[in-house]
């Protein structure tokens, strides 16, 4: 099963004479697939296609999931300053049609899943960046999500709660029924080689996806799996495919003139 | 208390500017129709205060009118071109060509066709449009000042119209569209007293009419506690406005 597909999907900006792909991503139901690449190589408008939040200029963009049943976490917290911490995670189902009660229920439900069942009532000033984004994350898992699309979600954050929530994510994947297909957007190599069961590259000058790598290890990987050396092997292959297509990249603006 | 230390200053300079007025009145000998001493406004605030009170009464209705009703027009036409960009751009050049005409240029033209009898509804209607645009700007500006991130939220839980107006765009507005009303309040004011001025034929009997009477007979003193009472009233909206600004934003823990 297919939870979303970009196929040869192209995105023209009017700010910008080079179109974005074509881009061919498939990503299937229950799978974690991590995307990298440099700044301007699309990892957030590929993200925003398989939402359906952009449609693409060519190719087309699909999706396999039941409607309202997409979790989106953004690169900061992006919550309501002016609602409390329950009413935000509850918003998505109460625009969904969800009545209320019920949608409070779910609500709770997921901020005790990120341990935040103390925080209810808290107003998102009142919280510290990572709890905020477990907020954020709470939001995006209440509607019980087929397929969770993260851009970049952890990158504001100092890296012991980056690891706890990256754990954390592993443990709310594996507790899901059905496990959500994840696509989890990253500049960390590290944090993409030990998150996903596949890495894919982008490529900025193209916007092509130049690289796809399997992850080694069963998910969900305990934290002594970062000590492993297939762990460690793993993140020098797609350090290696990534300094490639930045090279690429380098070469490539260099031939039309321009600073890369 | 810590407020009051804060205030410290600013009350300090205040008496320095009263004593040294004060002083330079007596030892100058300068005439009373020409610059009254403090302690001679301070008297006829005492005396004429009924009066004035009245006055200020009239004046602070027909501010309040006039505030209302640009709140009314100002946020009901923001809220009505926000939903869409063309309209937003048919109308913001309008908004600015009222913000930019000059109240009094207009006010003869307003009495004309209240006529000279309802000189109170021209007084109201002036006030109104000098308030106009900062209600409507700081409404505008609020509801479309939402997180884009926000925004995409919406479209991903396919939102109504509604939906999105009501939990998104109102709320994030709110701190913008009291700012606009803040500085509308004090507009009202200010456009109370000129387009009493220009229909000051007494038919109104607020604080500006006072003026002009005071002004007419020399009677300074009396002129000067009318400004106080006009700077009390000013400084009493303003203040009400933001003690409502202040709660909005620590309700959401800022």
Same mark, same amino acid.
């Given at each position: 099963?297919?939870?979303?597909?970009?196929?040869?999907?192209?995105?023209?900006?009017?700010?910008?004479?080079?179109?974005?792909?074509?881009?061919?991503?498939?990503?299937?139901?229950?799978?974690?697939?991590?995307?990298?690449?440099?700044?301007? +190589?699309?990892?957030?408008? @590929?993200?925003? &296609?398989? $939402?359906?939040?952009? !449609?693409?200029?060519? /190719?087309? %963009?699909? #999706?396999?999931?039941?409607?309202?049943?997409?979790?989106?976490?953004?690169?900061?917290?992006?919550?309501?300053?002016?609602?409390?911490?329950?009413?935000?995670?509850?918003?998505?189902?109460?625009?969904?049609?969800?009545?209320?009660?019920?949608?409070?229920?779910?609500?709770?439900?997921?901020? +005790?899943?990120?341990?935040? @069942?103390?925080? &209810?009532? $808290?107003?998102?000033? !009142?919280?510290?960046? /990572?709890? %905020?984004? #477990?907020?954020?994350?709470?939001?995006?898992?209440?509607?019980?999500?087929?397929?969770?699309?993260?851009?970049?979600?952890?990158?504001?954050?100092?890296?012991?709660?980056?690891?706890?929530?990256?754990?954390?994510?592993?443990?709310?994947?594996?507790?899901?029924?059905?496990?959500?297909?994840?696509?989890?957007?990253?500049?960390?190599?590290?944090?993409?080689?030990?998150?996903?069961?596949?890495?894919?590259?982008?490529?900025?000058?193209?916007?092509?996806?130049?690289?796809?790598?399997?992850?080694?290890?069963?998910?969900?990987?305990?934290?002594?799996?970062?000590?492993?050396?297939?762990?460690?092997?793993?993140?020098?292959?797609?350090?290696?495919?990534?300094?490639?297509?930045?090279?690429?990249?380098?070469?490539?603006?260099?031939?039309?003139?321009?600073?890369? | 208390?810590?407020?009051?230390?804060?205030?410290?200053?600013?009350?300090?300079?205040?008496?320095?500017?009263?004593?040294?007025?004060?002083?330079?009145?007596?030892?100058?000998?300068?005439?009373?129709?020409?610059?009254?001493?403090?302690?001679?406004?301070?008297?006829?605030?005492?005396?004429?205060?009924?009066?004035?009170?009245?006055?200020?009464?009239?004046?602070?209705?027909?501010?309040?009118?006039?505030?209302?009703?640009?709140?009314?027009?100002?946020?009901?036409?923001?809220?009505?071109?926000?939903?869409?960009?063309?309209?937003?751009?048919?109308?913001?050049?309008?908004?600015?060509?009222?913000?930019?005409?000059?109240?009094?240029?207009?006010?003869?033209?307003?009495?004309?066709?209240?006529?000279?009898?309802?000189?109170?509804?021209?007084?109201?209607?002036?006030?109104?449009?000098?308030?106009?645009?900062?209600?409507?700007?700081?409404?505008?500006?609020?509801?479309?000042?939402?997180?884009?991130?926000?925004?995409?939220?919406?479209?991903?839980?396919?939102?109504?119209?509604?939906?999105?107006?009501?939990?998104?765009?109102?709320?994030?507005?709110?701190?913008?569209?009291?700012?606009?009303?803040?500085?509308?309040?004090?507009?009202?004011?200010?456009?109370?007293?000129?387009?009493?001025?220009?229909?000051?034929?007494?038919?109104?009997?607020?604080?500006?009419?006072?003026?002009?009477?005071?002004?007419?007979?020399?009677?300074?003193?009396?002129?000067?506690?009318?400004?106080?009472?006009?700077?009390?009233?000013?400084?009493?909206?303003?203040?009400?406005?933001?003690?409502?600004?202040?709660?909005?934003?620590?309700?959401?823990?800022?």
């Amino acid at each position: 099963m297919t939870a979303a597909a970009l196929s040869a999907a192209v995105i023209r900006y009017p700010s910008s004479a080079r179109p974005l792909g074509p881009l061919d991503l498939t990503v299937a139901a229950g799978e974690i697939v991590a995307l990298v690449g440099a700044s301007g +190589s699309g990892k957030s408008t @590929a993200l925003r &296609l398989l $939402a359906g939040l952009e !449609q693409p200029d060519a /190719g087309t %963009a699909t #999706r396999g999931t039941a409607p309202g049943r997409i979790g989106f976490v953004f690169q900061s917290p992006t919550l309501a300053p002016w609602a409390d911490a329950l009413s935000n995670v509850a918003l998505p189902l109460e625009l969904s049609g969800v009545p209320r009660p019920e949608a409070q229920r779910c609500a709770i439900e997921a901020l +005790s899943a990120v341990g935040l @069942a103390e925080a &209810l009532a $808290a107003r998102p000033g !009142q919280l510290s960046g /990572g709890m %905020a984004m #477990r907020v954020s994350l709470a939001r995006a898992l209440s509607i019980r999500p087929e397929l969770l699309l993260l851009d970049e979600p952890f990158a504001a954050l100092d890296t012991i709660t980056r690891r706890a929530l990256v754990e954390d994510l592993h443990a709310l994947w594996a507790a899901g029924s059905p496990r959500p297909a994840i696509v989890f957007v990253t500049h960390d190599v590290e944090e993409a080689v030990y998150l996903a069961g596949r890495v894919v590259v982008l490529q900025a000058a193209t916007g092509r996806a130049v690289a796809d790598i399997p992850t080694p290890g069963a998910l969900p990987r305990p934290p002594q799996w970062r000590a492993h050396a297939d762990y460690r092997r793993a993140v020098e292959d797609v350090a290696a495919a990534l300094s490639d297509a930045m090279e690429a990249d380098a070469m490539e603006a260099a031939a039309r003139g321009v600073p890369a | 208390m810590k407020r009051l230390i804060a205030l410290l200053p600013a009350l300090i300079a205040f008496a320095v500017l009263l004593a040294g007025w004060e002083i330079a009145c007596r030892l100058l000998a300068v005439p009373v129709y020409f610059l009254p001493p403090p302690s001679a406004v301070a008297v006829a605030l005492i005396e004429r205060a009924p009066v004035l009170a009245a006055s200020a009464w009239a004046t602070f209705g027909m501010a309040l009118q006039a505030l209302l009703l640009a709140t009314a027009v100002g946020g009901g036409l923001a809220l009505a071109v926000s939903f869409s960009r063309s309209a937003e751009r048919g109308v913001r050049p309008l908004a600015v060509v009222i913000q930019v005409t000059p109240v009094i240029a207009i006010a003869p033209l307003v009495l004309i066709w209240t006529g000279l009898d309802r000189a109170q509804l021209a007084v109201v209607i002036l006030a109104a449009a000098v308030a106009f645009y900062p209600i409507f700007s700081g409404m505008l500006t609020g509801l479309k000042s939402a997180d884009p991130d926000l925004e995409r939220l919406f479209d991903l839980y396919a939102a109504t119209p509604l939906q999105r107006l009501w939990r998104l765009r109102l709320p994030a507005a709110l701190p913008q569209a009291l700012e606009g009303l803040r500085v509308g309040a004090g507009q009202a004011v200010i456009g109370a007293v000129v387009a009493e001025f220009v229909s000051g034929s007494g038919a109104t009997k607020g604080l500006a009419w006072r003026l002009l009477e005071a002004g007419n007979r020399l009677r300074i003193a009396e002129l000067l506690a009318a400004v106080v009472w006009l700077a009390l009233l000013g400084l009493l909206l303003n203040a009400v406005i933001a003690a409502v600004e202040r709660s909005v934003l620590n309700a959401r823990g800022r």
